[in-house]
């Protein structure tokens, strides 16, 4: 109603007004609910297998699904990035249902308030009404209702979404030119002969700098306000480090044309750092089934990979594929193991997200402007399929491992930092004909079981 016109009505007109819309049904307008969980980052008590990620509940995509192991409880968590109103979930389970579970929210991902529980879940789609608040928002399963684990096709968080700072705000980069237009690829390659086995090419780079508590990323101009690192490749990264000053420095990688900063947290036993020894394998790899759709990361692109903070349990089922802690026949170790056989090295292999919003180089998180795939392929907000940086480390340390620790804590808080300064017509030729190419190559892009290939880069690892 204009105020014009309410000045020439009296109050009880109003009133007769008022009534009349609600008789004709006319509601007043309130802000419809939006999708808060898709795409977002989705973490669970255990994958069935391995091949059932927290992140495929949460895709849009009722073809992938979440499946956790046979056993109670079990928990399904997705951050929706800030403190967030909620009121209504989806869930749309596969054959293997909760009967009883809990719908919870957290500030932290620490302390759970229940807004929603049921001891007779029934399985199918169910859509709950709820009202709470929260960062943080899980489903919290306490009973099966088949012999199988909790296998949701989708979870849907609905609600009114918190502030969230603007795209344009600090500590957002955006790429010159952007990449847009991009749809993701959901072909499969096909079959060749010999068969593609591999769509990678090696970067070996040793230490370039020790012990120094910068962070260029996390902590830029503020020399000394990080942990200690260990950097490799360019030669003069720190806390000062730009795109330009990293295409001026030097590098310890054999590949001239990589003055990329790469940098981790320094290992230590008792108070001696521990530095890799020798040239380290940096692997550029596919993390998408279609290895042909896969770009050159555009010059500028920084992240972080894992967490200095993450937990055991977060380290453990991070989306990339994660080896843990390796010595001699002890695998798989979620923390540094107890011993290590005298003489072997201790290993660790960690992946990187692959799939780029094709918009900023670098976000205030240093990580929402890259996501994992989800069953080989890129999700809608992040479309853009860039080579998956694989770190592959080894430390010269063995016996007794009691007092081995990294400089941001446990075996978990292991993390990397990457801040791309590739020349771009060698890291672009390296990609086309390794990785678009299907090969399994070493720095110079040639695979030694395809000879007949060739290779990228001549015998000084540069472009011919």
Known sequence: MSPK???FLSPIGVAVLAGTALLFGIVPAHAAESLLSQGRPALASSVENGESPAVAAVDGRTETRWGSQWADPQWLRVDLGSTAAVSRVVLQWETAYGRAYKIQTSPDGTAWTDIFGTTTGAGGTESLTVSGSGRYIRMYGTQR???????????KVYGTPGTTPPPNGDGYVY??????????????????????????FQANCSVSRSNLPDDPIVFPNLPGASHSHTFMGNTTTNAATTLTSLRSGQTSCITPGDKTGYWMPTLLNGDTAVQPVGRQVIYYKSGVLDYRSVRPSPPGLRYVVGSPSATLDEFRNAPGAVEGWECGDSVRNWDFPAGCVAGSQLNIRYQAPSCWDGIHLDTPDHKSHMAYPVVGICPASHPVAV????????????????????SSGRGYSFHYDFYNAWDAPTLG?????????GLQCDPRGFDQYKPERGAALNANYELP
């Open 175 to 200: 790429a010159n030119p952007p990449v847009t237009g991009v749809v993701p690829s959901t072909a499969t390659p096909p079959a060749t002969n010999p068969p593609t086995t591999h769509h990678e």
């Open 429 to 437: 030729a390296l990609v086309t004909h390794c990785v678009n190419g």
């Open 145 to 155: 209702g088949t012999t199988y684990g909790y296998s949701l096709l989708e979870f």
């Open 387 to 406: 080579p998956m940086i694989e770190f592959k480390m080894a430390f010269p340390v063995s016996g007794n491992m009691a007092a081995v620790r990294l």
């Open 5 to 7: 016109l309410r000045r």
